[in-house]
């Protein structure tokens, strides 16, 4: 008898919950369907600091890359977008490894290398024409265009003028003028 009024009143609880409302992340992920809205990354977790002096561009065993905790939480990140209900029409990458596979695990869709999104860390002289021509590329977006770029953290704080956690997403508001300003910032810590 006990049981079975537990059960009616667990019952009962679970009708007056409402179902799982979205999260802020959610809520705050749904301004990308805003025109003039993208969202630029940088990829998530990697262990260490830079490359190995020999990296290869093109040999991933070279490189510092995604651990699981990492590779966790870019499908989470993507995860939070799909739950916002944005359909994102473009992704695109840094060539390094650690970006393309954060774009990749994000499962937004297809992945497009961009040049423009590839770290100037061990050249800082190249830092002023990239942002330049990553700038350029922003402001040639059409307007209700979806995109997320993956990148790392020298370019985002070029762009921007703000530093970026692992993994951390932030929106930007392209002006027509070219101007880029932050309007928030979202950091998905991998579940662990």
């Avoid at 002023?128 to 790392?152: C, I, N, S, W």
């Amino acid at each position: 008898m006990l049981s079975n009024r537990l059960l009616l009143a667990v019952a009962l609880l679970a009708a007056l919950v409402p179902a799982s409302a979205p999260t802020a992340a959610d809520t705050r992920f749904a301004r990308l369907s805003e025109p003039g809205v993208v969202a630029i990354m940088r990829h998530a977790l990697a262990p260490g600091f830079s490359d190995p002096a020999s990296f290869d561009l093109d040999d991933c065993a070279t490189q510092r890359n995604l651990d699981a905790q990492g590779r966790a939480q870019a499908r989470e990140i993507g995860a939070a977008i799909r739950a916002a209900g944005v359909g994102v029409d473009r992704v695109l990458t840094s060539q390094w490894c650690r970006c393309r596979d954060t774009a990749r695990l994000l499962g937004l869709g297809p992945v497009e290398e961009l040049p423009a999104l590839n770290s100037f860390f061990r050249d800082r002289s190249r830092a002023d024409g990239q942002t330049a021509e990553l700038r350029k590329f922003l402001l040639g977006l059409p307007r209700g265009e979806t995109v997320v770029l993956v990148t790392h953290y020298v370019n985002i704080q070029a762009l921007t003028g703000r530093g970026t956690a692992s993994g951390e997403v932030l929106l930007l508001e392209i002006g027509h003028d070219g101007a880029v300003s932050v309007v928030d910032g979202l950091l998905i810590d991998p579940q662990r």
